[in-house]
Nanobody, 122 residues
Framework: VQLQASGGGLVQPGGSLRLSCVAS????????IGWFRQAPGKEREFVGA????????FYTDSVKGRFTISRVNRENTAYLQMNSLKPEDTGIYYC????????????????WGQGTQVTVSS
């Protein structure tokens, strides 16, 4: 699976962005899609993930109620809608694909997109 993340940019605190992750290659619907982010000087961290059928979606505590993950399998696309953005949400956001059940473990992801920069600043 090849993944292409896009939609990042500069936004003021309280603003919104929607990231997209478009897949090509192997069957998109066979993979769970995770979103991770990496802030400057910090390790990559799990943001959230959606299982193959979109029946189960998980979020890290710091984004619950603000971020929403979705996917449209017929379009080979997953989304990360980010609302009420905070400066601490700044980082490079990656989408990744896995068949593992351990959705928060980055080492279990087989395929990664190139990342898209999100900067939250006034």
């Amino acid at each position: 699976v090849q993944l292409q993340a896009s939609g990042g940019g500069l936004v003021q605190p309280g603003g919104s962005l929607r990231l997209s992750c478009v897949a090509s290659g192997r069957t998109f619907s066979g993979y769970a899609i995770g979103w991770f982010r990496q802030a400057p000087g910090k390790e990559r961290e799990f943001v959230g993930a959606v299982r193959q059928s979109a029946g189960s979606i998980f979020y890290t505590d710091s984004v619950k109620g603000r971020f929403t993950i979705s996917r449209v399998n017929r379009e080979n696309t997953a989304y990360l809608q980010m609302n009420s953005l905070k400066p601490e949400d700044t980082g490079i956001y990656y989408c990744a694909a896995t068949k593992s059940v351990r959705l928060s473990y980055s080492e279990d992801y087989l395929y990664w997109g190139q990342g898209t920069q999100v900067t939250v600043s006034s």
